[in-house]
């Protein structure tokens, strides 16, 4: 559904500055988040309570590939994103999805007064809630990745979002998500601005990344003033026995 990247209409400076995007995960794991990572060679991977997604240079080696498998062990699985090039024969392609990564490019950013930090005492509720909702992976320390804020009704959490992927200059919104009985009440737009605003605060710019045949979150990002940078896809790939 993306034909066209943003880069192409933006200044050949500000290009590079968005060039760090092209592998946000290496960027990430090697750069503000570089205290999660696990390392073989140049192949990295967040500590698996954290975070599932892994990440490899640009145009990763036979080498790297070696020791991306070194990393996750004999049948271990790598989730990354903005997949460049195709993993070798001998390992299997369990999920290989479309997305699109979006970037600020105006967002009316606000707080909000009903949305409150959530802590590690939350996370079994923040866990139920990902469950039955599916945003995207969320593990027993993916707390400890950023800010996160939810909004509750009668003590009941039932709407959050936070932040994932700290890369030079932009982070990462993520698990952003509403139970099922209170969809429809703008509940994930109101976390999704209050989050840049505090991205923003912090001198960064906030990005995502979603599903392509998501067309409806994509075009309510689109709404709130983010804009499709690039075509990316998701991948998990699991190692050879």
């Not at 009941?156 to 969809?183: K, N, W, Y």
């Amino acid at each position: 559904m993306v034909d066209r990247s943003l880069d192409e209409s933006l200044p050949e400076q500000e290009v590079s500055v968005h060039a760090v995007l092209d592998n946000p995960a290496l960027a990430a794991l090697t750069g503000p988040h570089a205290h999660f990572a696990q390392r073989r060679g140049a192949a990295l991977r967040y500590d698996p309570d954290v975070c599932p997604v892994a990440a490899l240079p640009n145009e990763p080696t036979a080498r790297d590939w070696r020791d991306a498998a070194d990393l996750v062990g004999p049948g271990g699985s790598l989730f990354s994103f903005v997949v460049a090039d195709a993993p070798p024969a001998d390992w299997d392609t369990t999920m290989d999805r479309a997305g699109v990564q979006m970037i600020d490019a105006g967002v009316d950013v606000g707080a909000d007064d009903e949305a409150v930090r959530l802590t590690a005492a939350d996370v079994p509720e923040m866990s139920d809630l990902v469950r039955r909702t599916r945003p995207g992976p969320f593990r027993p320390r993916t707390i400890e990745m950023g800010t996160y804020l939810g909004i509750r009704r009668d003590g009941r959490l039932i709407a959050m979002g936070g932040e994932r992927l700290s890369i030079p200059g932009h982070t990462e919104i993520s698990a952003v998500c509403t139970d099922p009985d209170f969809r429809g009440h703008g509940l994930a737009s109101r976390l999704v601005l209050a989050l840049a605003q505090g991205i923003r605060d912090c001198g960064n710019t906030p990005i995502l990344h979603a599903d392509a045949e998501n067309v409806g979150a994509i075009r309510l990002y689109e709404q709130l003033g983010f804009a499709v940078r690039k075509p990316v896809r998701f991948q998990i790939v699991v190692a050879p026995h």
